[in-house]
């Protein structure tokens, strides 16, 4: 059973990360699998945690950056570099957050980290 | 063969992040393991990277924080959580990277560093 | 904003599996982190997760305490043996479940969650 | 030098697991990287854990795919969906176990899973 | 059903790396937990494959020394830097073996492990 | 501001690790990350670290495979076994590590390493 208010501020939150489109089609995704894992994913993910007050949507997304390229979690990585940048994170502030990785997590993590950056920057450009 | 310019960047930011007393516990104890890696810890890791502009060193605790907290290593956790109060972290901000870092890592990490943050305010109080 | 119902349903799946002291312990220990923090913890983790049906808790149970020692993350591991044997897991399960981590994780994360299994057990005769 | 008997339970065991020729196929190449570690397998893992009274197959299995994503290692997980459900598991149950790994791990390690698990799926459909 | 010529081997080359008591107490504790999977440790890890030939013992257990600081399992670390010192490694072998895990694994998991490194000296000490 | 003399020093030493071109390549690509990351990378890690006395350069790259299959981090394990070899370790004696491996984490990471040491082999049959 859906909390409306919930998922309209998770499709909000959401959106402004991915894109909307981008959005959606995660959800989608989710769904496919399991619709109430979808359900939680919006409502409990994005509209409660990630909408919380008292720190500012740019600064929890570089701690998401710096967080998944320590854990050498890729594939979403790469989702949040995209989100980082959506939510106003410039190209220096990501790499100031991988370059000290290297010191925490070592240079592999590190410099797999900066693949990926180099991927979202090179779609940026087109 | 130390260099001194970079030593001494390494003690400055050190000091603000460890206090000068921690800080230089720190580096003399690692001087006990090995004197070039106490020096490198000092001009590599402090007086190189943690100095360079780019990203406030607010922002670099708290993504610091995010990052030991998903790695569950808590000894370098509590540092940096006492850390990143050093460098003007609010309770309120430190708070927020711990409760979203139960949606990337799980609540066993989460709940741990949670025990660390309450350690540190636990001596913030005396 | 609570949700009576999964607060509810949440209580009653926590209180199986750490007993209802036990369980509103660590609830009011999250409480002192965050107050919403807990509401999602029993909400969401407890009242949406772990009371879906298509499995049961003892199989539940059995694959936690497989993730966790996989993990290492010793702390919970604790609590979630001593939640198996609350919800029928027998030692003999507990046991095998542990054995053929060794094949996955290799032997330290095995022997360290016998370790860990033992303390239970000491628990359990007193 | 082979001891038969835990050999011919391991073939036994793995066959069940990953069908005779996807074991068959695997003994074969852990043999092109060493020959005695592909009896290790056959022998040790197979024959005598794997092969053990005192949790039945499915059950193992599961764990084994909380554990495998848990920690991320999607090449083996994929073998041990498939293994899952050639030992009688169903899709609502792998999908509950891998739901509930949000909790622990993580929505990041959980969605990878589940893309494993969508590809499985995909090739049982065939 | 044991056997008894692997057996022997593990015992010996367990004795080699943590003395011939300390590995006893070892086998006695994992026996307490299950008598066969004291056995898979002592003919399979010990007899099988630490006693192969093809790498000397004391680069086997720097490489163990190198493999558990990176996961920072520090409870088998102890041991194993103990087992190191027993098959011949200098300080100063382990030393740049825990030097260089800085650049791999990052510094927290480095000085962990030092601080690790520095417990063994102590009792060696005595 | 470069140091020329450790510059030097870790163009030496990557260079008998990756090959003089392998080297250059990997030292290109982090410039375009970051041009300082690109030296602390050549200065600290290769021009201090890995050019210390003590350990010879084999038993460091041994080690480094240990650790890098341990962690699971493929992209850079392939190109330190690379390295193996060209600092004269042997098939036998990286084989022995790998093999060795699976008994400190498991046999997943185990079977993925010798699945890239597979890869490397091929390389060199060319």
Not at 13 to 24: N, R, V
Not at 66 to 94: M, Q
Request: with cysteine.
């Amino acid at each position: 059973m859906r909390d409306e208010q919930l998922y309209k501020q998770g499709l909000d939150t959401g959106s402004k990360i991915y894109g909307k489109d981008g959005y959606l089609g995660l959800v989608r995704r989710v769904e496919r699998y399991d619709r109430d894992l979808a359900d939680y994913l919006v409502e409990n993910a994005f509209g409660q945690v990630l909408t919380r007050p008292g720190l500012d949507l740019k600064t929890r997304m570089l701690c998401n950056v710096a967080a998944l390229s320590a854990l050498g979690i890729e594939t979403l990585l790469k989702s949040y570099i995209r989100g980082a940048f959506n939510v106003g994170a410039s190209e220096t502030e990501i790499t100031e957050v991988l370059v000290q990785m290297h010191l925490y997590v070592g240079w592999p993590r590190c410099l797999n980290a900066f693949t990926v950056l180099e991927e979202v920057m090179e779609e940026r450009r087109k």
